[in-house]
């Protein structure tokens, strides 16, 4: 920032005229530092959450024993063959199927008036689509299929790590984290022109999730990688991954936008994420890559694996985190190729030297500068480029240089949230960062109204979920029954019962009430939150516990619901139920459950449609609903 | 013994008070703390002494600074936390730099007669501690009016005031 000091000679009374100067401009500055403040905590509850949600989910298991309670339990119950055996594509997807049989098989009629590709494709197909997505038009599902099992045929022709050189070509592009965001995708390609033989992409993972056209970017990223494949290189992300995407929108995406054809869809493309390369190396000296590296990360090793054999993550997550109290974390082999690949697609650098576990995420672990200096020195590289953080300003440098983060999903969390970024190589392998952010904000101070408004229901909605453990932890300080208790207690008890390390004591006004002798009324904080539907028959220790373990359940539900028909029976969903609760050690009575299931039935014909049981525990905020009724 | 009763109860109020701040301070300061190392931005101090409800004017940050031993010309220059923290903790102590009455602030605009033309603002933001470029058009785009050009700073000091 550079201080603008022209000196222009003020006519009026000089020295009045310059102190008001400065108290209009210190509370100026005060106002904008809160400002600042208050921008800053809400993006950290949004990433607080998130990585706590990404977590909890296979947080089923949390210690040995448990775990072999719950296989033991669940073998007698007959569910572990259902739980655990996730569908392969073939029973669905024969492999042998081709663009032909997709041709005899689905019709596609005159009415649609989308895009028709015709293979192979070209620029045109492609300029097709672009137009196509820019218009809010769906492609329909033949094409889509088609263009998933071509993509397979050629995505299982590349090595594990792709080697590019800079030698025939100008500067190429490395974009991050898309997270189903199209009109970053279109703003990258306007700014840096389409991919092409002299315009060469590298895309670093997590196209899918979260955003609501995660779709459209595979299609398009799929397309251009047909047409140039040489020149659009893919490598995998953690969200490219059947579980993440059931938890994290885009299975419901795929199944919203194909009605007819989504079961097949996703089979295929589970096939496609497994084939998707896992690194691209550029001059033998830039190594890029999703997530991260370890202290046993081995290049040779992981160019050798089996890529596509990579078990989903649900099942070598559930074994990791079963024994994530023991000390088998660190006893990590370097020939299990699972592990291998949950490091790479996973971890995070950090500034302290060293390799941890990476209890923030679950998955992958905290690597520091001597981890990235020895793998520099072991392979003779330079640089390593990668995504899977957010970050505001769209990139980051660490590790003095070495290590760059690069995320293109600009207003990730909120409109004007952050921005993206890309990073443009050149043959000399200097970065150039070009940022964007794709919607204009003038006005600061509503923009941070928006984000902090977004942040705080969020996290209004964890303490609901969590609402006895934290009035019997404030119970505890409030040791003559007032009622209040003072600030530092009321802090304490949130940051040990909901697990976020936030800035408690700054966003008190925001979350709870407080009397004028400065202590807090801690009840107040439920007072604006109630459940969605009114279920009278829930006790309300079991509606907690549905509304905090809901996505959860979704997951688990969506697993034992094989035919993908939205419905479980009724002893399914007793003993998936039962299992659950015992496990985490939640006290229900035996009919509770069912009785609420009942209640809640609303087919009455042995079946349930899980969603909408689920949807009844959704939280409400009571201002929202009075807006809307 | 009655004294040394009262003094040593003293002194536990005294410290609980003292403890109190410092977590407050700690807390602020971890907000900024990117890598969560303990250390910040030189050049975002300002920003924190402010939210933790201070009201320097940029001299004041300097020397604030200069008791925290940094060269604010050096850009790559951090702040740690265990530097930063007793200099802060007086400050909240002695309960230096307090906020500026409303009403004082109002009749600093009203001395700069009436309503003023963008050009005056533009003026004043260039004596006192000058604004940056950013700042300055920060200002601007909310303050100002744009069809008439006027800051109209009755309304405009509720929205510098107001949380």
Partial sequence: MEKVTTNLGLSKSASWGSVAAILIQKWYRFTMARLEMRRRYSLSIFQSIEYADEQDQLILVSSQAKLELWWKTANQNGLVSQIFTSPSAPQVVDEGLCLKEFEKKIDVPDSYYGPRLSFPL????ANALLHAFRNEQLL?????????????????EMPNITHLSTSYSKE??????????????????YKNGLPSEQNRYVFNGDFVDRGKNSMEILIILFAFLLIYPNDLHLNRGNHEDYIMNLRYGFTKEVSKKYKDHWKQILCLLRDVFSWLPLATIIDSKVLILHGGISDTTDLDFLNALERNKVRDRTDVGIILFSLKNSAYIHERKKETQDLHILDILWSD????????????????CYFGPDVTAKLFARYNLKMLIRSHEFKPEGYEISHDGKVITIFSASNYYEEGSNRGAYIKLNPELTPRFVQYQVSKFTRR????????????????????AHRSELTSAFAQYDTNGTGRISVNDWAEAMESVLQLELPWRMLRPQLVQMNPDGEVDFMSCFYDLKMGQPTKEAQPALAETLCRYRKDLEIIFNII??????????????????LFTSHLGIEVEDDSID????????????HIDFNEFLEAFHVVHRLEKKANS | MEFGAVFSHRDQTVNAVVAEIEKKITKAFEVFDRESNKTVDVREIGCIIRSLGCFPNEAEVQELLDQVNIEVE??????????????MTKVLLDERFQPIPEDVLLHAFESLKGYLLRQNVILCCFSGEPFTQEEMEDMLNVAVDPETNILHYRDYLPKLVID
């Fill in chain 1, 172 to 189: 190429i592009t490395v974009c991050g984290d898309l997270h189903g965001n199209l009109d970053d995708l279109l703003l990258i390609f």
């Fill in chain 1, 349 to 364: 650098p950090r500034s302290q030297n060293g390799c941890t576990p990476n209890k923030c995420r679950g998955g992958g």
């Fill in chain 2, 74 to 87: 050096d850009p790559s220059g951090f702040v740690h936390l265990d530097k930063f923290l007793p200099v």
């Fill in chain 1, 140 to 156: 329909h599902a033949r094409y889509v299929l088609q263009l998933l099992s071509e993509t397979r045929r050629v995505l299982k």
């Fill in chain 1, 122 to 125: 070209t620029a045109e197909d």
């Fill in chain 1, 445 to 464: 101070k509503n923009l941070v109204g928006t984000i902090e408004s977004a942040a705080l229901k969020s996290l209004r909605e964890k303490i609901y």
């Fill in chain 1, 561 to 578: 619901d094989k035919d993908h028909s939205g419905l479980i029976s009724f002893e399914e969903f007793s003993q998936t139920w039962r």
């Fill in chain 1, 595 to 606: 009785k609420l299931v009942l209640s809640i039935d609303y087919n009455k014909d042995g």
